[in-house]
């Protein structure tokens, strides 16, 4: 690729910052130029966020139906898995996978709700009253 | 505590550390070099492992890799250290390398720097940056995927360094000790070269270097078909990722090995290698159209076989150039 062809298409940089793309100048010699963003990365970035967002909705609609516990919400929102957050929680997955569903997270004891609460740095009170908008 | 360490921006973040950490020493060795001399170049296509429940196809080795060859063939004494479910200790054998005035390379997690763009910032555990100072409850943080050198606070440094999940840091830290008077970069360069040519022609897997791009063609013709329109855009998705996000400095790592060939050519006084770097330009070029072929295939979820099969065929015409010119580089090692 050439210098004067590297692409400035804004987009998962957010404008934050920008990213290093190895580049030929007009002599054919190497150079690191600042790149803003390239589109077809922009698309498959926010390919990736839409699968995230879908999730969150599926979290969301089996909270209202009572089939899932706000924590499905706040895993699903971290981009967990089941086997991340029992990773961070310290647990065997099949004992998250109770505190998944209503029934298991209302046996939660104080302890267990403050440590989930500090893996999604939130308070225990957002989590326990979460409670999706429709 | 602010030690004089010159933020450099890198187009990967494991070269870029290597390559400050030795330039705050007084050796200088781009980037790109130590890339080459680290065997950095690569093709996977693992099945078995998955990321995102999707199997992996890597255009590098796996992650410390580089950096342990590289420091190796170079002739560096490094000290790595990790610390397993020890946050504190992790935290003040910190404090104590920075009071000595080193700056240290750290394994971290990408999820819990708040620093990068939102879009960045999911659960890979594999990223390098370097700390180069401390102020009171602030970590000074040069992150060669940044533009700018950053900060981050002890909390954030902590949960970054002990994120949890695949390829989990567990506080990893890492520092030259010793760099010899004399380096002898030409040898290095060639135990660089070699190991990459035998990793891209010969490794008997097919799913190894040029084999591997060819048996992943195969495999991209089928996904329409196998997997549905929506996993088969993910798939694809993924890809691109894995071609073009950070630390890849673009088209899988191609670029950034032709300004290494454009270095060893002023290193071994050989004209041939810049020739090399031109066809491995020609190489990243097509890599980036298998990008941007992709993302348009996967825009809008089209699971038309035509996307599917236009990747697949030029990715069958990059495995023919890439064997060619390994072969070719292998030549000039003789």
Redesign the interface.
């Known amino acids: 690729m050439e210098k004067d062809q590297v692409p400035q298409d804004i987009g998962i940089t957010g404008g934050v910052t920008r990213e290093v793309q190895y580049a030929v100048d007009k002599d054919g010699k190497y150079v690191k130029v600042l790149s803003k963003g390239w589109e077809p990365k922009n698309i498959v970035n926010e390919l990736a966020w839409d699968d995230i967002q879908e999730s969150i909705d599926i979290a969301n609609e089996k909270i209202m139906d009572e089939k899932a516990s706000p924590l499905l919400y706040f895993m699903e929102k971290s981009i967990m898995d089941v086997s991340l957050l029992a990773n961070y929680i310290e647990l065997p997955t099949w004992k998250v996978k109770k505190h998944l569903k209503p029934k298991g997270f209302k046996k939660l004891n104080q302890q267990r709700l403050d440590n989930y609460a500090k893996i999604f740095e939130i308070s225990v009170d957002e989590l326990i009253n979460y409670k999706p908008e429709n | 505590m602010k030690l004089e360490f010159e933020h450099i921006?890198?187009?990967h973040c494991e070269n870029g550390v290597i390559s400050s950490l030795l330039k705050y020493h007084g050796l200088n060795i781009s980037e790109?070099m130590v890339f080459g001399i680290g065997s950095g170049y690569f093709f996977a296509y693992m099945p078995f492992v998955k990321l995102?429940g999707i199997p992996l196809a890597s255009f590098r080795p796996v992650p410390g890799m580089i950096f342990a060859k590289a420091a190796k063939r170079l002739g560096i004494k490094m000290k790595k250290q990790t610390f397993r479910k020890q946050p504190k200790r992790a935290m003040d054998e910190l404090d104590r390398v920075l009071e000595k005035k080193l700056p240290v390379g750290i394994q971290s997690g990408v999820?819990h720097l708040t620093?990068?763009?939102?879009?960045?910032r999911?659960?890979f555990n594999a990223h390098n940056l370097t700390v180069y100072g401390k102020e009171d409850n602030t970590y000074f943080i040069s992150d060669p995927?940044?533009?700018?050198a950053t900060t981050l606070t002890y909390d954030e440094l902590k949960k970054a360094r002990f994120a949890?999940?695949p390829l989990?840091p567990n506080g990893k830290m890492y520092y030259p000790i010793e760099i010899p008077e004399e380096i002898d970069l030409k040898s290095a360069i060639r135990k660089g070269i070699k190991q990459t040519t035998d990793w891209m022609l010969t490794i008997p897997v097919p799913l190894f270097g040029v084999k591997g791009i060819r048996y992943l063609s195969k495999r991209i013709r089928k996904w329409p078909n196998k997997l549905g329109t929506k996993r088969a855009?993910?798939y694809l998705?993924?890809l691109?990722?894995m071609l073009?996000?950070?630390g890849t400095?673009?088209?899988g790592f191609r670029?950034?090995y032709?300004?290494f060939l454009?270095e060893v050519a002023g290193v071994m006084q050989d004209d041939r290698y810049n020739d090399m770097?031109?066809e491995m330009?020609k190489i990243?070029?097509k890599w980036?159209n298998v990008?941007?072929l992709?993302?348009?295939t996967?825009?809008g979820?089209s699971s038309d076989p035509d996307g599917y099969n236009t990747v697949a065929n030029l990715m069958l015409e990059i495995a023919d150039d890439e064997e060619r010119f390994f072969t070719e580089l292998k030549k000039l090692l003789k």
């Open positions: 921006p890198a187009g790109a995102n999820f620093y990068f763009p939102p879009a960045y999911f659960h995927v940044m533009e700018y949890k999940g989990s855009a993910a998705a993924q691109v990722r073009e996000e950070i400095g673009g088209a670029f950034i032709a300004a454009q770097s031109t330009t990243g070029d980036r990008s941007s992709a993302a348009q996967c825009k979820r």
